[in-house]
């Protein structure tokens, strides 16, 4: 039973555009959520987080909204860098340091 | 300062065969975290140390599984009888205090290749 979806595995941008990452969850416990980047051979690293008492934060180009009703929650990215080509994974919480990870959106942005 | 590191960073072994899997977090962390990655997947939660103590092993998946942090700092993650399915990236990371809204720092992760 995945609780944390990505229902994209990939998804291509040119370099200035927007990306939009998708994510969507089904327990209505989860209270906090993150999103982490990954390189090949290195760990995920830690990108932006929202806390379930707020719908939307920034920080630079990146920002993320929450839409608890829709139990949805997007990135954003704005503008796009080729240095931004990872492989983007939300994750949720519970009030717990457990976090539950979703399978992940491969992110190419071409120049 | 150093981050998370991980030793080894590649480990094959057999079938039946016992694997350890060490884990140094950033200095000073007192929280320790064990993820595993099978391949299309993502990180999935198996153990949560805050100091020595596991505070949450609900993910360890069975028995062969087991992971100790005698003295605060590093950890070993242990497998028994590995499995073919046990074939992942173990994943390990940290962060200054746990609880909720602490970042984990990852470390770069072993990956286990069990013939």
């Known amino acids: 039973d995945q609780q944390v979806k990505q229902n994209s595995p990939s998804l291509s941008v040119q370099e200035g555009r927007i990306s939009i990452l998708n994510c969507d969850y089904t327990?209505?416990?989860?209270?906090?959520f993150l999103w982490y980047k990954k390189y090949p051979a290195e760990g995920p690293t830690f990108l932006i987080s929202i806390s379930s008492i707020k719908d939307k934060n920034e920080d630079g180009r990146f920002t993320v909204f929450l839409n608890k009703s829709a139990k949805h929650l997007s990135l954003h990215i704005v503008p796009s860098q080729p240095g931004d080509s990872a492989v983007y994974f939300c994750?949720?919480?519970?009030?717990?340091?457990?976090?539950?990870f979703g399978t992940g959106t491969r992110l190419q942005v071409f120049p | 300062g150093a981050g998370v590191s991980q030793t080894p960073s590649n480990k094959v072994t057999e079938k039946g065969k016992y694997v350890e899997l060490r884990c140094d977090p950033i200095?000073?962390?007192?929280?320790l975290y064990w993820y595993r990655q099978s391949l299309g997947q993502g990180p999935e939660f198996l153990i949560y140390?805050?100091?020595?103590?596991?505070?949450?092993d609900s993910g360890l998946p069975n028995d062969r599984f087991f992971a100790v942090r005698p003295e605060g700092s590093v950890s070993t993650l242990k497998i028994q009888r590995t499995e073919r399915g046990d074939s992942a990236v173990y994943l390990c990371a940290s962060s200054s205090n746990g609880g909720l809204g602490e970042t984990q720092y990852f470390g770069p992760g072993t990956r286990l290749l069990v013939l």
């Open positions: 200095s000073g962390h007192t929280a």
């Open positions: 994750a949720a919480s519970e009030g717990t340091d457990k976090l539950i």
């Open positions: 327990n209505s416990m989860f209270d906090y």
């Open positions: 140390f805050q100091g020595t103590g596991a505070a949450d």
